[in-house]
């Protein structure tokens, strides 16, 4: 096999074998079916399904390492959704992938009541994000007179950074200290993009530049404080991406109509599930924002690692005094893109061009439709939760049985 490296030894068949990974011309298409093949000899599976796919390899560089072929999950769209947002206005469809069965169904029925009780507003207070190093000093009165000096130097910081990248601008800094140790948000506006990548290498030479100016003794880029792909109290002041909310009243008529329960019902099944989360120590409040964040993610490109903490929020039902329902989801940290990463990739553009969200421009639209469509999640779980529904819905809808088997397990 000419042109290939060592990827890892395997000791157990004798000599080093060499595994199918080229330096430069690893993505081809002949490169990617080679992988796929020594695998499959490898193991003795037969990767038909995998190497089935529309992507091509060229396509995948930046995206994947070691590329053999793609994976599949079943896509589904929900809707009709209206929305009254600052971006995001007018009736969508929303594509989700997954393979729980009855979450499509799910979120389809809190779209129609949403809609027909008038569709939902958004908005976004927040839109950024934010890497946080930690700097290390021999003292806590080193550490002190740095925290308190940094602040001063945010001008001649942001110019460091900001030489990096084109698109990522540095906000403010804020320091946090620990003992004898600093963290420092950086806090950035990324644009369109998720951005880590561009604000971690920016942050780095700010870090550079901090110990060439600085009492401090080391640093390390990334301290744990940022929350990147982690779930935590922080999450819920924002600052971790975008800041969204979605609210909707619906009329008592359309709640009992398309969710079988009435508004009171909904606020009480609210209140004790409500103390069923401060029991469990649980980081904000929802019924499975996760789900659909998941779904959405995974149909359009998203890094879904960053579901962990763009779940953290918080979903509220209250019964005005006309006896009417007002259901908002805040989502403090929404992590989502619509340049970069794998937007551009495949099924991943397709799904983003169906919401009308592709390319520069766009992001903020995406984050209000994901956050109405949270709401849609959270309202039909909920009604199925205090209608006593939500076991029977899955029976229905989320059990892969053979073909054949009826409801409850006879033929």
Not at 185 to 202: L, S
Not at 245 to 256: D, S
Not at 318 to 343: F, I, K, M, Q, R
Request: net charge neutral.
């Amino acid at each position: 096999m000419v042109g290939l490296t060592l990827l890892e030894p395997d000791i157990s068949q004798g000599p080093l074998e060499l595994v199918p990974r080229m330096k430069s011309q690893g993505y081809a298409r002949a490169c990617v079916e080679q992988r796929r093949r020594w695998l499959e000899q490898k193991t003795g599976c037969r990767l038909v399904h995998v190497g089935a796919h529309s992507i091509a390899g060229d396509e995948m560089r930046g995206n994947i390492e070691n590329p053999l072929g793609a994976v599949q999950v079943p896509l589904g769209v929900a809707g009709p959704l209206r929305i009254n947002g600052i971006n995001a206005q007018g009736v969508f469809y929303v594509p989700l992938a997954t393979t729980e069965g009855a979450l499509v169904r799910s979120y389809e029925r809190g779209m129609v009541a949403l809609t027909r009780a008038g569709g939902v507003t958004t908005r976004i207070y927040l839109d950024e994000n934010r890497v946080s190093p930690v700097f290390l000093f021999d003292s806590v009165g080193e550490a002190y007179d740095f925290a308190q000096s940094l602040p001063g130097k945010l001008e001649s910081i942001r110019a460091e950074a900001e030489s990096t990248t084109r698109h990522g601008k540095l906000l403010r800094l804020e320091c946090h200290a620990i003992g004898r140790e600093v963290i420092v948000n950086f806090c950035y506006f990324t644009g369109d993009a998720q951005g880590m990548n561009m604000i971690v290498k920016a942050t780095e030479q700010v870090c550079k530049w901090v110990m060439d100016h600085t009492e401090a003794r080391r640093f390390y880029v990334f301290s744990g404080f940022s929350s990147e792909k982690r779930a935590s109290g922080s999450l819920l002041a924002g600052g971790k991406g975008k800041t969204v909310t979605a609210g909707a009243l619906l009329p008592k008529e359309t709640v009992k109509s398309y969710l079988h329960v009435t508004p009171a019902e909904l606020a009480e099944m609210w209140r004790h599930t409500m103390l069923g989360h401060l029991q469990a120590n649980a980081i904000g409040y929802n019924g499975h924002i996760a789900n659909g964040l998941a779904a959405i993610f995974i149909a359009c490109g998203q890094d879904v690692a960053n579901v962990v903490n763009s779940a953290v929020g918080i979903t509220n039902f209250e019964v005005d005094g006309d006896g009417n329902l007002y259901a908002s989801v805040t989502l403090p940290s929404l992590t989502v893109a619509t340049v970069g990463g794998g937007t551009g990739l495949g099924t991943s553009r397709e799904c983003l061009e169906v919401l009308g969200c592709v390319g520069s421009g766009q992001a903020t639209k995406f984050a209000e439709i994901i956050a109405a469509t949270l709401l849609a999640g959270e309202l039909s779980m909920g009604a199925a939760l205090a209608s006593g529904e939500f076991v029977a819905a899955h029976e229905t809808y989320g059990r892969n049985r053979p073909i054949g088997m009826y409801v409850d397990g006879s033929r």
